[in-house]
């Protein structure tokens, strides 16, 4: 398997801009993850989905960012408008949720700078 | 919210000795436990991964789960330069099953040679 597929991996925007980050799971894991990570709060879940559904997105900063998971083998993060304090690095990650196990298996990450 | 704290580090150990990782957690209902080791600029790679009280052991990696304190670590045998990453500690959510995880602030390790 070729692992969680992130594009792109590297995005420089400017400020007010919008952006969209894309993530292809793991083929066969119905959850899947979206995290944020800087210096100073650490990884940081944004939101998570089961089955495509939307569990729990109280991770989202603000109403300038949105996700969807319209089928089990694509989603995006979306950011509009793009602010500097966005700047970092996010991660997708898919597990197989519902074993006993919930093993996540991250992404390459998508590096965001907004000037 | 349910907490993960890790000793924050950074943690520096000679080539060959043991390098000990701690992480405790909040949450009672927790079942599975994971660490995940981060080398600076890239993603979090899972290296292992525990489930009952004890020891589990892979290579020169022990994992100790005790749930009565909610204390879980990771030990590294003959560390080696190689090891030298973040580890971050992972903990399930308890009473779910839908796989979401709490993680840890994580733990610098330095070894040096």
């Known amino acids: 398997d070729a692992g969680v597929i992130q594009s792109p991996r590297h995005e420089v925007t400017e400020m007010g801009q919008e952006v969209t980050l894309r993530c292809k799971p793991i083929?066969?894991?119905?959850?899947l993850f979206w995290y944020r990570q800087t210096m100073m709060r650490g990884l940081e879940l944004l939101i998570y989905f089961n089955n495509n559904v939307p569990i729990d997105d109280s991770g989202m900063p603000e109403d300038r960012f949105s996700a969807k998971m319209p089928n089990a083998s694509f989603s995006t993060l979306k950011i509009q408008p793009s602010e500097p304090r966005d700047s970092a690095v996010y991660f997708c990650?898919?597990?197989?949720?519902?074993?006993?196990?919930?093993?996540?298996?991250f992404g390459p990450g998508t590096r965001l700078t907004v000037t | 919210q349910k907490e993960v704290e890790q000793n924050s580090g950074p943690l520096s150990v000679p080539e060959g000795a043991i390098a000990s990782l701690n992480c405790t957690y909040s949450?009672?209902?927790?079942?599975?436990f994971f660490w995940y080791r981060q080398y600076s600029g890239k993603s979090p790679e899972l290296i292992m991964f525990?489930?009952?009280?004890g020891d589990k052991e892979d290579g020169r990696f022990t994992a100790q789960l005790n749930k009565a304190s909610q204390y879980v670590s990771l030990l590294i045998r003959d560390s080696q330069p190689s090891d030298s990453a973040t580890y971050l500690c992972a903990v399930s959510e308890g009473g779910s099953t839908l796989g979401r995880l709490y993680f840890g602030r994580g733990t610098q390790l330095t070894v040096w040679p």
């Open positions: 525990i489930y009952s009280n």
């Open positions: 990650a898919s597990s197989l949720a519902g074993d006993s196990s919930y093993e996540q298996y």
């Open positions: 083929s066969g894991h119905n959850s």
């Open positions: 949450d009672r209902g927790s079942q599975s």
